[in-house]
Structures are given as structure tokens and as C-alpha cells.
């Protein structure tokens, strides 16, 4: 079945224009009015302008930069140490919280996830696995600090992007404003728009500081977000470190991808996936963002056999049972936190999909159950369908195995562009052995282990209701 709840992959520019638009609305525009602001400034001449027009394609092609945030809140300045990740684009920070101690948050466009402080690894460049809950950006900030993160994080994310900007739009729109010192490196400071691709501008984006050195690295990144001072990135360029443990948290949709198309042997392997599955059975692990914060885990069984999912899920309301079929599925309260071998034979609510009202209570849970029961089928799908519409996203190494990240359409899929289709697929040679699903809250997953066990019993008056 198909489902809104599952959302495409979006590109970072969806997400920046509407950290854009907050901006605007709460009235974050010139940071010349600011405290501080140059009486000299003048207009960039040629050279000027095509420095800053090459700036956020010569971020695109660089390497991830640890950075230093200074954040302005009511009267003071409130620090964190990071690192950006330019191509993905993903920041990883270690951040005051509301306790007075610090915790670890990641953002990409549009998400933040945090978890509890671990300065060790942080200290190693190193994500923690787990520990994490997700939330929306702005909508699901929960204090001033969390606000000024979410957009000091997007503006982040406008400073790259895969072509240069337009130097004779800048020529007209940017300001040169003083020289300084950085690091100590001479850098020139530029007032100009946040820079978005050419076709989306508006023409009352709001506006930053841009510190270059004389090669047009940014060493500084200044923008307004509505305290009397202006909040500010440092790019500490020159410290070296290891890049390869940061790495997105599988809530946020892990490692980068470099959406490829497949070869002849991987479009078999992929047409072949659900068929392998008709006849089959497997265990399920299940976590699936559903809220700020919020995070619904499950385990559990899926019988491909007879179309049924089985599961005990745990959430911020309690514990209960699920049990889904291609026609509907049912809840009833877990006693205790172990799955009955047997459903019980009451206490059952039965939703038909056909039923009025159903669509309005099919979340991020059901999608992504329902989807792992559509992962089988009688027969093979189209395997020259499959090398022109599948693409190989990227190539994980598991226990020394290599694990195909792959996405392809299923019937009733919204058509996405390369790397943005809502659903992505884990192959473990021909076995498929995670679902990931991007939802509203992050990517939910479930994960897959091949186990064979009985047929599961469902009262017969429940098998009516849900098929």
C-alpha cells in the first residue's frame, strides 16, 4: 500500500529555503544594522565578486572542516566545538543543553538528532550507533538555544553547492566591508546574501558575513539570528583529523551515497529480491522515528508465506501488539515485553484499509510494515525495468561482506529523483536484510535476519477484518 507517510530523500535546498523563509518572517535581515557593522563599506569590485561566487562550489570539493560556534543568548556567548560535512551536508557538534551539561546533536537538512554527552568519542570523531532521537527542524525546537541551533545549521548548509554562483549577481548584490585577521590568515569580510541557487533567490533573502582568505576559503560565517550580536562559525582549516568515523546516525539516513546506475548482474540480483522472499520467513527489527523526539521499536516476525506481520512495539505510550495482513491490521495491549507465540484471541482493534477513517491513522509504523509485506512476490520483477530505474546508492561492509544500498520502484512508488525515493533497500548478496524508510521525524529501518518458525494462529474472526 501505498502511503504520504514515507517522504522522499528531499534535497538540502527544500530545507534551506524554508529556514530562509523563517528567517525573513521574524525579520533577520540586514546584518549591516548590527552591532559592529563596517562604515566603510563599498561595492566588490570584479575579483571580489568572483571569489564569492567560486566560494561554495570550492566548499563542495573540500574536505570536512572542524568549525567553532559562538552563539549570542541573552547577553552571552555560548560555545560548541563541531564538524561539517560539505557534501552530504551534515553537522556534527557537541553542544550546551538545558541542564547545563552537553549533549551531541547532528543535523542535515531539515532533521536534528541528539543524544546524551559522550565526550570520548567525540573527542575520536567518532558517531555514537545509538542513543539517538530525532526531531524537526524549528518546529521541534523546544528552547531558544535549540531554535538558534536549527537555523545557524541550515544557514550552514547554503554554503555549499555542486556549481559556482553567478559573479555579476554578486557584483550587484554583495558589499565589501573590511580586511581582519583569522587564524592568522588576512581575510577580507563580505556583505551579501545567503546564497541559494540563482532560480529560488528571492529577492529579500536574508543577509550574512563572509570572511575569505585570499585563496576564497571561507574562514567565517556570520548571520543574524536575533540577538543583538551576530551569531558566527569559525572554519578551523588547518586542524588535521580523521573524517571516516563521521558519519550520519542511521536515524538520519547513515553514510553519504553516490547514487550510481547498476550493472546487468545487480539489476538480476534486484529483480530477483522479491521472489526470493515468496515462500519465506524472517525475524524483524524495527525502529521508526514518530515523533520530536520520539521513537517506536519493535520485534518481531514477517511470514511471507501467508502475508503476515507479526510484532511487539514499544513506544512513548507503552508496549503493544501488532499484527498486519495485505487487507488491514490490528493492535492489542502487550502483556509484558515479550512477543506471545500465539496472538491472543481478544482484545484486538481491527482496521480494515478499506475502511473510512483508516488512512488518517496509517503512520510511519504501518507504512513500513506494509512495505516489508509487498517485498515479496510469486514472480520475478523486470529485470531490464530494474537496470533502468534501480541505482546503486552505496556499498556498506558488514562482518567483511560487502551490503548493496540500493533503491528501485515498487508498484504504487511516488517517481523520485536519483537518491530521493522514500524507501531504500539492503541486499546481502540476493537476500534483502533492511528496509529504510524516510519519514516525516527520519529514516526508519528494519532489519531482517532469515529464521524459520510456524505459521502464526490469528482468530479467525480478525483474519476476516484484516485480510
Known amino acids: 500500500m501505498s502511503s504520504t507517510t514515507a517522504v522522499p530523500w528531499k534535497s538540502a535546498l527544500v530545507w ?82 538545558a541542564e547545563g551539561g552537553r549533549s551531541l546533536v547532528q543535523a542535515i537538512p531539515g532533521l536534528i538528532a541528539t543524544r546524551a554527552d559522550d565526550e570520548a568519542a567525540f573527542g575520536e570523531q567518532r558517531v555514537p550507533e545509538d542513543g539517538w532521537t530525532t526531531r524537526r527542524m524549528l518546529s521541534g525546537a523546544a528552547t531558544p538555544l535549540e531554535t538558534t541551533i536549527d537555523i545557524l545549521a541550515s544557514s550552514l548548509f547554503t554554503l555549499t553547492a555542486a556549481e559556482a554562483d553567478d559573479p555579476a549577481e554578486l557584483a550587484k548584490q554583495a558589499t565589501w566591508r573590511e580586511e ?28 550574512a558575513l563572509y570572511s575569505l582568505d585570499a585563496s576564497g576559503d571561507l574562514r567565517r560565517f556570520q548571520v543574524n539570528t536575533g540577538e543583538a550580536s551576530l551569531s558566527a562559525v569559525d572554519f578551523l582549516r588547518d586542524v588535521e583529523f580523521d573524517a571516516s568515523g563521521l558519519e550520519a546516525t542511521d536515524l538520519l539516513g547513515g553514510p553519504a551515497i553516490e547514487p550510481t546506475a547498476v550493472d546487468e548482474d545487480l539489476a538480476e540480483t534486484i529483480a530477483g529480491v522479491r521472489q526470493g522472499n515468496w515462500q519465506e520467513t524472517a525475524m524483524v527489527d524495527l525502529a521508526v522515528p514518530t515523533g520530536d523526539g520520539q521513537l517506536t521499536t519493535g520485534r518481531g516476525s514477517i511470514d511471507w508465506r501467508t502475508m503476515t506481520a507479526y510484532l511487539h512495539l514499544t513506544d512513548a505510550s507503552g508496549q503493544r501488539l501488532f499484527l498486519a495482513r495485505p487487507g488491514g491490521y490490528a493492535t492489542a495491549a502487550a502483556e509484558g515485553d515479550e512477543l506471545p507465540e500465539t496472538p491472543p484471541a481478544e482484545g484486538w482493534e481491527a482496521h480494515a484499509l478499506a475502511d473510512e477513517g483508516t488512512a488518517e491513522q496509517f503512520g510511519a509504523v504501518e507504512t513500513l510494515v506494509f512495505r516489508l509485506l509487498e517485498m515479496a512476490s510469486e514472480e520475478a520483477d523486470d529485470a531490464d525495468a530494474m537496470a533502468e530505474k534501480a541505482f546503486l546508492l552505496r556499498v556498506d561492509e558488514v562482518d567483511g561482506e560487502a551490503m ?64
Open 180 to 207: 581582519g585577521v583569522i587564524d592568522g590568515e588576512p581575510v577580507d569580510s563580505f556583505r551579501a546574501p545567503i546564497m541559494v541557487e540563482s532560480d529560488e533567490q528571492g529577492a529579500s533573502s536574508p543577509e
Open 404 to 467: 548493496n544500498v540500493v533503491e528501485f520502484p515498487v508498484a504504487g512508488d511516488t517517481e523520485a529523483a536519483a537518491g530521493q525515493s522514500a524507501f531504500r533497500y539492503h541486499l546481502s548478496g540476493e537476500r534483502l536484510s533492511e528496509v529504510e524508510m524516510m519519514s516525516y521525524y527520519g529514516v526508519g529501518s528494519a532489519e531482517l535476519s532469515d529464521e524459520d518458525f510456524p505459521m502464526v494462529e490469528i482468530p479467525w474472526e480478525l483474519a476476516e477484518q484484516i485480510g
Open 16 to 97: 534551506v529555503m524554508a529556514i530562509i523563509v523563517a528567517i525573513a518572517v521574524t525579520g533577520w535581515f540586514a546584518v549591516s544594522c548590527s552591532p559592529g557593522g563596517s562604515s566603510a563599506e563599498r561595492p566588490v569590485n570584479e575579483e571580489e565578486a568572483a571569489l564569492l561566487a567560486g566560494m561554495r562550489e570550492r566548499n563542495h570539493g573540500a574536505d570536512p572542516v572542524a568549525v567553532r560556534i559562538s552563539l549570542p543568548m541573552d547577553g552571552e556567548t555560548v560555545t560548541a566545538d563541531g564538524y561539517l560535512d560539505w557534501q552530504v551536508p551534515m553537522l556534527y557538534a557537541r553542544v550546551p543543553d
